[in-house]
């Protein structure tokens, strides 16, 4: 940052900020589910948090309606761990979003998963795109991490 000038005093103050009206219509509200499981005969903790309507193929929509572009995602995200072993623990997410605007339709899927082992961290990433539900692009990550002691 730079120190301030005598003559800043002679700039003329920023205007205020433009931007387009953003104009939403919702056209299917979301849900928020949160979901604790316990399994007593594996002693498995499950936190479940998911948007939608308990799938991922029902999203909340929205319509802007000055580009006429209806907009709609899901997610899950789960978070499990064993009582007794900590390398057990594992985090996931899905995350889905649409683009609708009359025939045209896209989506993109993403599903990541992280965990461990006793050497590493493991990461699992994926990414999928549609058009008109005919899948384009596929790319898949697995990622290891020494654990270093840790």
Not at 109 to 131: G, K, M, P
Request: proline fraction near 5%; aromatic fraction near 8%.
């Amino acid at each position: 940052m730079r120190a301030p000038d005598p003559s800043d005093t002679s700039l003329r103050p920023f205007e205020s900020p433009e931007r387009a009206v953003a104009e939403l219509t919702e056209l299917r509200p979301a849900a928020l589910k949160r979901i604790v499981e316990r399994d007593r005969t594996t002693n498995e903790t499950v936190y479940t948090v998911s948007s939608g309507h308990g799938d991922l193929d029902s999203p909340q929509t929205i319509q802007i309606k000055a580009i006429d572009l209806e907009v709609g995602n899901t997610m899950l995200k789960r978070f499990r761990i064993g009582e007794e072993d900590p390398a057990t623990a594992q985090a996931e997410v899905i995350h889905k979003t649409w683009f609708c605007r009359g025939v045209w339709k896209t989506r993109v899927e993403t599903h990541t998963r992280f965990s461990s082992n006793c050497d590493d961290f493991i990461l699992q990433a994926e990414v999928r795109a549609y058009e008109n539900d005919e899948q384009f692009f596929k790319r898949e990550w697995v990622c290891r991490v020494n654990r270093d002691l840790l």
